[in-house]
């Protein structure tokens, strides 16, 4: 069961009862959340490539992957664009078009509608494929290097099976040596699966919305990197979620 919910920034989202939790943070606004967590730092450390593969989990709304169409036709016309979204729900993809989304998106209805009807969307610069599936299971077949992952479940402790150590094995071995990790969560047990998968962890930090993290296989120049050693050795009970420990 989900219901339409507007956020702090005017922008709807949804949310879902199963979950007990909202599809992004109503007080950031879906879409500056979106906007501030995942699109801006993607592609500002990608801004040189003229070809960027996305993965984004999960699809739900697809905020992440309209407003990279946006942000990529807005600031970056000559980029391509690659998009691979896994989402466990079908029926929520298939009810799309009834989603009241922001304004900046309407140049986008016939994605919206390729993506509700036939999972995707093609054109010259364009090549959008969301996969009905578990999102772990994706993971672990999908092949090639990939820029980015937006990494946006439901929360650890409602969803952890999208956190653990051997779930970010699975995001590093696809990540290319430029690849970044972008999420909302700051929570030590996520950044310590991020870290022990060989990521840099760094501060998403700035106005108007709650602190993220990025991920990042090289060095970042513009980012507080976080001091990861120091904060294990301050939190020694802390450890990272792992697959044995989950009823999988
Ligand atoms: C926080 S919402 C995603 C928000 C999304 N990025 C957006 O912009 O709307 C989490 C989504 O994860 C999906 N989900 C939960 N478990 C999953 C799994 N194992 N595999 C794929 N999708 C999953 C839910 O159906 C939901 O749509």
Redesign the pocket.
């Known amino acids: 069961m989900k219901n339409w919910v507007q956020s702090c920034d005017g922008s709807y ?2 949310y ?1 009862s199963e ?1 007990d ?4 943070s109503t007080k950031d606004g ?1 879409l500056n959340e ?1 906007l501030k967590k995942h699109i801006e730092p993607a592609f500002a450390l990608h801004c040189k490539k003229d070809h960027l593969r996305i993965i ?11 407003l990279s169409l946006y942000y990529r036709d807005t600031y970056y016309p000559d980029t391509t664009l690659e998009i691979y979204s ?4 079908g029926d ?1 993809i298939a009810s799309l078009e009834g989603f009241p989304y922001p304004e900046i998106f309407e140049p986008y209805r016939n994605i919206i509608t390729d993506i509700a009807t036939l999972g995707g969307y093609e054109d010259e610069r364009t090549q959008i494929t969301v996969e009905i ?6 993971m672990r077949a999908l092949e090639g290097e990939w820029d980015v992952c ?1 990494q ?4 650890p402790s409602v ?1 952890p ?2 956190w653990t150590r051997e779930y970010f094995a699975d995001v590093a071995r696809l990540m290319g040596e430029d690849g970044i990790v972008t999420t909302y969560s700051t929570a030590l047990a996520t950044r310590l699966a991020l870290y022990e998968n060989g990521f840099n962890i760094y501060l998403n930090t700035g106005e108007g919305y709650r602190n993220a993290t990025i991920a990042s296989r090289r060095e970042l120049e513009g980012y507080e990197k976080v001091d990861m050693a120091h904060k294990i050795g301050c939190n020694t009970d802390a450890r990272s979620l792992k697959d044995e420990n989950l009823a999988l």
């Open positions: 989202t949804a879902s979950y939790e909202h599809y992004h879906a979106s984004d989990i999960c699809f739900g709304l697809g905020f992440n992957t309209l896994p989402e466990l729900d929520l599936t578990d999102a772990r299971v994706a937006y946006d479940a439901f929360s969803n099976a999208l």
